[in-house]
């Protein structure tokens, strides 16, 4: 079982980044996925949320407007499309998969993500 994010790296302020986390070992179809971030000294936080079908969205204040998560689960795949970025949105940014009827939570390495001129 295995989540791999990817897609983070250095962007200016205003730039959009497009995380990925694909999953193996697991079908993701079972899964509410959520995407986390967490900042140096601060705890980790729950930025986005996407339901088992794609149909329902949730997001932090903090992102609403600018993040847009959604999921492919035929490519067992779920994305995070990050735009307007701020530099307080600078963090390793975590993938989550979590079925709760079932006990099963499964999270990825992290991507780190830096908004800075």
């Known amino acids: 079982v295995q989540l791999v994010e990817s897609g983070g790296g250095l962007v200016q302020p205003g730039g959009s980044l497009r995380l990925s986390c694909a999953a193996s070992?697991?079908?993701?179809?079972?899964?509410?996925m959520n995407w986390y971030h967490q900042a140096p000294g601060k705890e980790r936080e729950l930025v986005a949320t996407i339901s088992l079908g794609g149909g329902s969205t949730n997001y932090a204040d903090s992102v609403k407007g600018r993040f847009t998560i959604s999921r492919d689960n035929a490519k067992n795949t779920v994305y995070l499309q990050m735009n307007s970025l701020k530099p307080e949105d600078t963090a390793v940014y975590y993938c989550?998969?979590?079925?709760?009827?079932?006990?099963?939570?499964?999270w990825g390495q992290g991507t780190q993500v830096t908004v800075s001129l």
């Open positions: 989550n998969a979590q079925w709760v009827v079932a006990g099963r939570s499964y």
């Open positions: 070992g697991f079908t993701i179809s079972n899964y509410v």
